[in-house]
Nanobody
Framework: QVQLVESGGGLVQAGDSLTLSCAASGRTSYAMGWFRQAPGKEREFVAAIVWGGGNTYYADSVKGRFTISRDVAKNTVYLQMNSLKPDDTALYYC???????????????????WGLGTQVTVSS
């Protein structure tokens, strides 16, 4: 079992920065990811990181603005978000994936554990 708790969301203005954290407990996951869901839209991939090697993956919409990282000692994953836009407004979820492969790492269905989410609202 894996438990995930997100924090760090809030209300910011366009152009601002925000850092989300995801504290994990339980068994170690092969990869961790961030997804987001805006009202009326499907949950979409944002970023992922392989726990051991640190390889990172990003959605095109956030590439160059968001950075995913992990602190192995703290068992925590971070999402640094810069140059935020109103379109980034969503509920952000942390997820954990046990499959020991990077195949389909951007696919929501391959993640077996989810946090409850943290709200990010970007005003224009």
């Amino acid at each position: 079992q894996v438990q995930l708790v997100e924090s760090g969301g809030g209300l910011v203005q366009a152009g601002d920065s925000l850092t989300l954290s995801c504290a994990a407990s339980g068994r170690t996951s092969y990869a961790m990811g961030w997804f987001r869901q805006a009202p009326g839209k499907e949950r979409e991939f944002v970023a992922a990181i392989v726990w051991g090697g640190g390889n990172t993956y990003y959605a095109d919409s956030v590439k160059g603005r968001f950075t995913i990282s992990r602190d192995v000692a703290k068992n925590t994953v971070y999402l640094q978000m810069n140059s935020l836009k109103p379109d980034d407004t969503a509920l952000y979820y942390c997820a954990a994936r046990q499959a020991t492969t990077t195949v389909a790492i951007m696919t929501r269905a391959t993640y077996g554990y989810w946090g409850l989410g943290t709200q990010v609202t970007v005003s224009s």
